[in-house]
């Protein structure tokens, strides 16, 4: 076994001394574990309802790859421009790091990186050509419908892209306003998607020019035209109060509408808070009338704040009754007290009339902002959902029963399915919908692919694994807070973006949230734990008491070396992330 | 140059002719003066080499140890418990074949405390592969410790220099003392090729298996065999050069070109005190021929025999005991001894234990018993109160 | 935040440490904060094993392995013969186990300390003789289960403080250090070598084998060890200027006992009572940093 050998004695040296290295000594033969470069799931990617690998992201953010880390967003989400600046961001719910001290603002860092792009104008790859592809059509061009295109072309399918509108962007362009997602950044964005060979036909409209006939023609469709439709305020009067949807479009589309003075703005979702901020910028003064308490608002609480810093009054607990037109203009707004009933776990709470007398006020205008429904067109076995069956997580499709048993198969996405209607759930349907179509196109049975694309047990699926990428090798387990040894990280302030003043924010629509500068980018990225991804830390490599991990410096790799590897397990254990694993020494 | 000195100082100075680097070692008396002496060379200038005044005798070795193993020629003194204390290290020393020299001035082992000559604290280091040259008188002394580097150097086995307390190291004697262009000629620079380097990295001294063990105590004793051949080659080179050689076993005849019919084997500064008795028994007409043994690691076996071999009768005087065997020095020489056909009839006295006076009447007394009807036995005492 | 060491590499793999040995690891980090000139002495320890049998050695450094009491003296005279013949560059450092220092070498030692040879001393501390098979030493905590002190009396008192030891020499640096904390070690050692003299590095090494613990928490434990307080780091220049390095968390001593079967028949008064030693010593340790 030993490779120098003295066969007469005098050959040996005068005295015990060495003459050769301990290398002969393959100790990886005492091992009965071994030790595995294993990477796992972090919790924020769980948390995605687009499934962005956030962590490996932020590596690669971290590592000053500025654009790699924009492409790797762009591998599960063709919007990172538009998410970065108006997503929920449930990932940083989810963020590990929360547990330790907040977490990472991963939000801002995505805006970060495709602001990075945006402003070196860096373009992504041509979509490579695939045979094989089919045709489809996608029925708007909201962030579901965007999503859709630039994944099917990215599959290698031939796309038409329909909006009812002229531009596309759906509920991005016309719903959002401009201190929330400018339209420049929004426009560069869609661009990029369009660039791909996506075939936009603006101003047709379901219902109107755009027939089931000629939709027929494709192999399928996807159909994912959004909630445009006001929902009835069920108050006497209402036919007096504005749409405040078709206020946000008015202004989107550079009108100027007449509203001044005070302005009741009815409800508490994402959209009330979008009309009010937006009427407070066209110099009225908008009063938000809600018909539950602050808590149970569906706006986000970073828009709530945002109003409320700006000035906005917020009257709850008040549900409009009456609106009655005054002789001197204006309108008498009632308002029916309410209170609290129960509590519901987890959901609202319900709310009953509460015997006090009713608030009156007298105000310049009321506009609604209470949710919507499809529009005119929208097939009834969407609009009233009883046609639909599942087909993904937020995806559907329409029974192909009756007269659509004959027709291409029309999945259903965004707004019109999703319980949380929002940009990145959108997009989450239009890339699920991609992925279904094309594993039909292809004849692949996509439910049978779905539990090793969707990424952990809650969460969305992931283009790169359907493509067999390198998320396809990550083990499916999510990386909880006490699998890390968080010995290896700093308590570091979290960073929040910078916001323009208050005053500029009152008079103006200019975007309320600044971009952030690199170096704070690369601070606030530093205190990602990177769960379950090596992020080549190395501290496997320096505990090693074996010297048994091998780098290579220049590819940024490592390796175990088996042939010394005694399988002690001591770098699995300080890996700061969890992204080995120890298994039994197979046989 | 010739020069009075004591047989300490002597030592001392041939470690500074020597052009010694590094000297450890831990006082004990009797070896006090020749540190001393060395500690004032050193701290004078006098001496270029590294003095470490460690805390122990075993320190004194390890240090000397770790000096010769990174290629310093290398120096320390001990003596009785010191020398004791450093058992261990002697194996250590030897087993890594380092050639250090050192001073070894024979003190009894206590209890009870005894500073007083007997050679039992060497002897019982006779096991580590330290070779040992015993010495008669202060110019021997002197001479032995140069031989003794160039010996340990030749072979890359240390050596021990063996001095009488007080009847030598404290004594003052005319010696002559070489010039340093001649002892530079006689003992060039150390320039040994296994040692601790950084641009040639090794292990030394680590773990030897069974596989290998016994090849290198094989190699020792190869080394001491070589030993006993170069001991007379360097020997025989240094009479050339300065006009003195020892062997490692000198018959020193009563009459020139005659065979007594007894001779006596004495070891140390006894030699001196039994040349003085060989004088005065000639003269009451009994001859007696001195055989002084110097070397007694390696033993000189054959020369032994072939000295010895034609006596009628042998009287070992030993300074030393080996409990439940007997002097140290006739056990050894009767064995070898024991392979010849006709052999001499042997006479193993000891006296003189913990400095008790060897006198000359010391010695006419052993010599009229072994030549009497002193029956044969396995171990005589001379002296002792009965 | 990633840990920063020097890239070179001088241990090779092979070499006969158990698996998740904290020896090992310590012996990499030394080695890392070692400049390219240096030779290591080695009294008897379990590194007399590890770096492997003769013809062989697992060290890019020259090693000179010597008797179990000699670290001290030993690298005395390796600096001695370097600096007769000029070579003032390279550092000699003894590499000994906690037997070797606190008990049977600490003779040696302090000779060495007392002449303020210009050595580095690193005692690798793994709290028993392990390689003759987990034996009692000086350096063995109260409390432990070892073969000499079996669980019916495990040992009674307290772990010699070694530090306070070498402190009382007054050399120029004495430091704790741990392999959990791998820049904290590199940078003491750099800082010994910078020194001339006497310097002395406590190194923490848990050993799995001997403390009956899995080999995958050798370093865990070593960091748990730190951040109980139970080992903290600190250092101590000249002998009076303590300062520590590194505020523990100040997790109870149970955090890092339970984990361990060499502790496991330990009561809930036994842990109290080791417990305020700990806090003792460690209210000790802070009142010698306030006046340093």
Redesign the interface.
Known sequence: M?P?T?RSVRDL?PM????????????GS??FLRPRYQDKVAPCAEGCPAAEDIARVQILLGQGDFEAAWLRIREENPLPGVCGRVCYHPCEEACNRGEYDDPVTVNSLERFLADHAWKLGLTPPPPEPAAGGGRVAVVGAGPAGLAAAHFLRRLGHEVDLFDARDEPGGLLRYGIPEYRLPMDALAWEVGLILNDGVRFHGNRRLGGDLTWDELSGYDAVFLAAGTWKPAPLGAEGEEHARDGLALLEAIRRGETPEVSGKVAVIGGGNTAMDVARSLLRLGAEPVVYYRRRLQDMPALPEEIHEAREEGIPFQTLLAPKRIEPLPQGGFRLVLTTMEILEEDEGGRPRVVPSGHPDVEVEVDAVVTAIGAGPSEGVPAEVAGGGGLVSEGLHLKRIAPEGEWADRPPVFVGGDLVNDRKAVVTAIASGKEAALVIDARLRGRDAASIWPSIRVGRRGGVSMNRYLGGDRAAQQDHVVRYDEL?T????FQERRERPRITLEERRTGFDEVKMRISASLALKES?RCFHCGQCD????CY???????VLRD?RAGTREI?Y??C?????C???CPRNAMV?EEEPR | MRRVLEGSHAVSHAVELARV??I?AYPITPQTHIVERLAELVADGVL???F?????E???M???????????R?FTASSSHGLALMH??LH?AAGARLPIVMAEVNRAMGPGWNIWADQTDSLSQRDTGWMQLYCEDVQEVLDTILIAYKLAERVSLPAMVVLDAFFLSHTYEPVEVPDQDEVDAFLPAWEPTEI???S??????????PE?YMEFRYKIQQAMEEALRAHDEIDAEFGQRFGRSYGAVRRIPCREGERAPLALVTTGSVTGTARVAQATLREKGTDVDVVKLKLFRPFPHEEVRRVLGPYERVVVLDRNISFGSGGIFAGEIRAALAGLDRRPRVYPFVAGLGGRDITPQTIESIVARALGDEPPADILWEGLKL | ???E?P?H?R????????????A??AM?FLLKGLG????L?IPACCW??I?????????????????F??G??????????????GDTE?QVVTWAGDGGTFDIGL??L??AA??N?NILYVCYDNEAYMNTGVQSSGATPTGAWTTTTPTGSPKPTRKKDIMQIMAAHRIPYAATAS?AY?EDMVRKVQKAVSLKGTKFLHVYAPC?TGWKV???????LA?LAV?TRIFPLYEVEDGVRYTINLEPVGYLVDEYYRTQGRFKHLTREDLDRIQAQVDENWERLKALARIG
């Open positions: 030993s120098v003295f040296p015990s001394r060495s003459a050769d290295t301990m290398l002969w000594n393959r100790t005492w091992r040894n010995i290896y990280f700093r530093e080549q830390c190395d501290n320096l505990f090693c008491p074996d010297v048994s410096l070396n042939d010394y005694k399988g002690c397990g001591v699995v254990v300080e120890l | 680097k590094v450890s270029d080499a590294r470490i005044r460690v805390e122990s075993h320190s004194a390890a240090a000397v140890i770790g000096a010769a193993s990174a290629g310093a290398s261990e290290m250590w601790l380097d950084p040639d990295p090794r292990a030394f001294n680590q773990l030897a298996s290998y | 935040m990633p840990i060491l890239v590499e241990m090779y793999s092979g070499h006969l440490a158990c698996p998740g040995c904290g090992a690891i990499r390219e000139k240096a030779i002495s007399s094993i770096g492997g049998p003769f013809p062989y050695t697992a060290l890019q450094v020259p090693v000179l392995h010597t008797a009491e000699t001290g003296a030993v690298a005395s005279g390796i600096r001695a013969a370097l600096d007769a013949r390279t003779q040696s302090s000779g007392e002449r040879e392999i791998p799995p899995p080999s995958e928490i050798s370093v865990k960091r951040q």
